[in-house]
């Protein structure tokens, strides 16, 4: 539905919405449709949205950092729904090893002027446990 809009897109437009050259889109497009035909060969219910949509679902919370609620509202998905998908799309990206970054012994034998590593990872919220006791900060 959304892909079909965006599909004849010239090659820098494309990019410059998505966040990744088509060649790159297709490769993950592919690596996510056999991930799905894998999980339903024995049947199941399809999916809402086209692969292609989850694929750029997930594209635009990773470009544009929106949340699951306003992103699911765009797609029809409930907030939950969203986040699941997107998940989805992540695991099943992770799981075929394609886009991995190198090791690393190899970011160590490159040369340091040309090596700039960024570390965006995202970590939990760490909070108190509800049963434990209260601290009073004074």
Known sequence: ???EKI???SNPLFKRLTGVKKITFELMLNILKTKYD???TLGGKPSKL???DKLLMTLE???EYRTYFHIGTNYGYSESQAYRSIKWVEDSL???GKFNLPGKKVLQTLDKEALILIDVTESPIERPKKK???VLLW
Do not use: Q
């Open 132 to 134: 434990a006791k209260k």
């Open 61 to 63: 919370y990773w470009r």
């Open 7 to 9: 599909k004849n897109l």
């Open 38 to 40: 894998e999980e339903h």
């Open 50 to 52: 086209p692969i292609e």
């Open 1 to 3: 539905m959304f892909f």
């Open 94 to 96: 992770i799981k075929s």
